[in-house]
């Protein structure tokens, strides 16, 4: 049977914005009624990881009571739902708030999770969410897709404590001897300043490099860790267009991939090219407003919910969506109406004029520097650039381009302070170190033809290297660059120390897979 054409042709969707991509597709697939009305939602769970899903996903994430537990067959039972995907992150305020969030293959009754500070005892019980995601069927594709996410705020937790928590539901209660297995545990931050230790990369994927970086990472026993965009790639053309080729089950194997790690450490995510869903909502997020909940302290969760901040510790952290900048790939670019960067602005300002705030750290997707495959974004460099200079940030940490890479301290735009492995540099003195850590388990990229790996044990230093940026045409400007420091192209994470007292500094490392280390530097201010 014949798969019917309900996409945009490339040369029309390349025209058109986000939004006006999701009305089209919205109103032509509505008019043809092409959709499914079967779901099968046991047999979602793809067991490959080929990309070779095609077409499109629609409507918004419902947050209301559950849908009916049913197949074809009938009732399902509570028991038979095995919670899944379980994920961690923070509110607003990473001392005293938690969100709890995961996964179920079938709706159910009366979702919940039990909390307590003994695993034995998991005495407070708190009602979950549940936000049901559908994603139509494509005849000849796929069947309908029916996806259950649910979510639990913990709030008024007790700083720099340890708690226990099973999630479960009507027919599966975590707290029973059958189920005490899956009882896992969370760590609210600090009350004061301490020592502590974050990680992040981006452009993960489903992949066995993906599952090794998280073992590694799981190593360093991080606070958090945060995820630069590019996440789960059920999206694999990256276009945020509606003929992007998508397959919602990647999210199913990604959840559960993570979950070793994730159900422990907060997995603090921004969203990347590839996470413009645009079929979900106009701006392509409806599907990560049902699958994440994460601080809604931005300019406005409800449309992106990949911008906020939180504080832990002595170190601010800003997320931010760079595809409202983005001059490379321009499906989003200025749906804000420029109030991201305004906030932005506000925000830098408060976290720098802060007395408990040592270190301020920023983490989106596109690159600002790099000189791998999608090189610089100018939007970004023109829309955030001078504000992360105006506030003096301390580290910008980006994924986008597949490999480690990592520049001197820049100032104005070139090489404020040479930066070697192992060097230490003051951003009020120096300027801005710019790490690009899409090593997470996706397709590795490389560097420019003639450009050779430089990293820890393998130095081999160049005075430039010749590169591109993005303009708002959509044209790559050649450049020559001296601020290309350290390259490896692997997969690879950063773990970062954050440390407290007289004297505030950041250790940065750069991990492979394998756990050695490829690049160190330190960031001290006012030293």
Known sequence: MDTPDVGIPPQIARRMSMAEQHE??????????????????????????????????????????????????????????????????FGADPKTQMRISWQVPFAVKKPY?????????????????????????????????EQYYLHAALDGLRPGTTYYYGVGHDGFDPASPRHRSTIGSLRTAPASPEKFVFTAFGDQGVSKAALTNDHALLRQDPAFHLHAGDICYADSTGHGTKSDAYDPGYWD?????????????????????????????????????ARWSLPDNGFDPRTAPGVYSFTYGNVGVVALDANDVSYEIPANLGYTDGKQTTWLDRKL????????????????????????????????????????????????INGHNHVYERTDAIRNGAVGR???????????????????????????????????????????????????HWTESRE???????????????FSFLSVEAEAGTAPRLKVSAL????ERIDHFEVRRGA
């Open 24 to 89: 089209y597709l919205r109103t032509k697939l509505t008019r043809r009624r092409t959709l499914m009305t079967a779901g099968a939602v046991a047999g979602g769970l793809l067991t490959g990881c080929s990309g070779s899903g095609t077409g499109t996903g629609t409507a918004s994430p419902s947050r209301s009571a559950a849908p009916k537990s049913a197949t074809a067959s009938g009732q399902v039972p509570g028991s038979a739902a095995a919670p899944f995907g379980r994920h961690l992150a």
């Open 113 to 145: 999770v039990r909390v307590g500070q003994r695993p034995d005892d998991l005495n407070r019980k708190i009602e979950a969410e549940v936000r049901a995601l559908h994603t139509p069927g494509l005849q000849g594709v796929r069947p309908a897709f």
């Open 253 to 289: 194997l990604f959840l559960a991939q993570n979950e070793s790690v994730a159900k422990s450490v907060p997995w603090m995510v921004t969203t990347g090219n590839h996470d413009m869903e645009a079929w979900y909502s106009p701006d392509g997020y409806g599907g990560q407003l």
């Open 349 to 396: 300002a408060e976290l720098r004029s802060s007395k408990s705030v040592d270190f301020v750290v920023v983490f989106f997707h596109h690159c600002a520097y790099s000189t791998s495959r999608h090189a610089s974004d100018g939007g970004v460099r023109a829309a955030w650039v001078p504000l992360f200079a105006k506030h003096q940030v301390d580290l910008v």
């Open 418 to 468: 040479r930066l070697p492995v192992g060097g230490s540099t003051d951003p009020t003195r120096d300027g801005i170190v710019y790490v690009t850590a899409g090593g997470g388990g996706k397709d590795l990229y490389g560097f420019p033809t003639d450009v050779k790996d430089s990293y820890e044990g393998h130095v081999a230093d160049r005075e430039s290297v010749e590169t591109s």
């Open 476 to 490: 790559q400007n050649p450049d020559t660059v001296e601020w290309s420091r350290v390259r490896y192209t692997g």
């Open 512 to 515: 492979a897979e394998s756990g």
